[in-house]
């Protein structure tokens, strides 16, 4: 795979850059732009070079939601910055792409408006295709989805991998040969694609924390009431998992009925209650793991962070940033949880994917990566 460094004259040369844009949004205000920003320092490179650049991104999942409020915030942070409000293959959006000058950026309309983009459709990638002369992946939190801007444009354009991409892939491939003791923290909830990654880190990490709602399913089939918490549906033979030294499940958690909460052991949850956190005795036993640790990764909140409980979570992150371990942290929420604390420059790095970043460290690479090779 290629960085956009090595490209070795971009002037003048039309640049099409697949970023990831798909930011939270509520009635049009983007609530953190932390994936935005992570795509300035290859669109600022691209344009100091003199490349003509063409953003291309998705927001939502059903295509009826406009970049334009995306755009304002990029405008604010890219000098020659426009966006093209027409649709994404039209007369006008051809020749403001044609027009373009050196150092110019462009964003186009949101990709999902056209269905070819999530069915990967040849002819959809190949269109997409003739508005570039080169293709720039720096979207790695989509490079897990075969869709036509990720997988398919590659096939008609010589393909590169941006500068954040490049960082992700750097980043998380230290956890493949982590300094020791190594400490994987996962929570949130999805256990169905999680579990290939705790089989796999079971052998290779000296402790692996549970928390989050997949925490649930440990606690179900150790015979233990989980009420009406949030489990996974399957059969993940966690009895066998059970049996690790190296699994640690919270000792203490934090349930909620009729809007009342109390921390209580997970064998003692009531039928009616709903677990929504991990307790002070769990974090209390987790920041010792933290404070000896070499390496620390972690993916997905320990708490129903969006019903706010979050308060694990975030004392956690804050303890993690005055450690002396070096940390790779990643998933959505948790990426927010940080953006909410301004504390990402005391961390180590912090990955822009979700299941892209747990499908990279399942298996070691992702179709938008193979794309580029």
Not at 112 to 137: C, D, H, M, Q, W
Not at 310 to 328: D, P, Q, R, Y
């Amino acid at each position: 795979m290629q960085s956009i460094k090595e490209i070795k004259n971009l002037s003048g040369k039309k640049v099409i850059l697949r970023a990831d844009l798909n930011v939270p949004m509520n009635n049009g205000t983007v609530l953190d732009d932390f994936r935005i920003k992570k795509v300035i320092p290859t669109i600022l490179f691209l344009q100091k070079k003199g490349a003509k650049v063409i953003v291309i991104s998705h927001l939502g999942e059903d295509g009826k939601e406009s970049l334009f409020n995306v755009s304002k915030i990029m405008k604010k942070c890219v000098k020659n910055f426009d966006f093209i409000k027409t649709p994404i293959f039209s007369d006008e959006t051809e020749k403001r792409i044609n027009l373009l000058k050196k150092g110019e950026v462009v964003l186009l309309e949101n990709l999902r408006t056209e269905s070819g983009e999530k069915k990967n459709s040849p002819s959809f990638a190949r269109a997409l295709s003739r508005y570039g002369e080169i293709y720039v992946n720096d979207a790695f939190s989509v490079c897990h989805r075969e869709h036509a801007s990720v997988v398919g444009i590659t096939k008609y354009l010589p393909g590169y991998a941006g500068l954040q991409l490049t960082a992700e892939i750097e980043n998380l491939s230290k956890a493949f040969n982590p300094s020791h003791p190594f400490l994987f923290i996962l929570g949130g909830a999805k256990f169905e694609t999680k579990i290939p990654i705790i089989k796999k880190f079971l052998r290779s990490a000296d402790n692996i924390f549970i928390g989050g709602a997949i925490a649930n399913d440990f606690f179900k089939a150790k015979g233990y009431e989980v009420g009406v918490s949030l489990v996974g549906e399957g059969n993940f033979q966690l009895p066998v998992l059970l049996k690790s030294k190296n699994l640690i499940l919270p000792i203490d958690v934090i349930t909620t009925k009729n809007s009342k909460n109390r921390t209580t052991k997970p064998s003692e949850v009531m039928s009616d209650e709903n677990i929504v956190d991990i307790g002070p005795q769990a974090v209390l036993a987790l920041k010792e793991l933290i404070n000896q640790a070499g390496f620390i990764l972690w993916n997905g909140p320990l708490g129903k962070y969006e019903n706010g409980f979050g308060g694990s979570t975030e004392e956690l992150i804050k303890i993690i940033s005055k450690s002396k371990a070096k940390n790779v942290i990643g998933g959505g929420d948790t990426v927010a949880i940080i953006s909410k604390l301004k504390i990402e420059n005391k961390l180590g790095f912090v990955s822009t994917g979700g299941g892209a970043t747990l499908e990279f460290l399942a298996k070691g690479t992702l179709p938008g990566i193979r794309a580029l090779k």
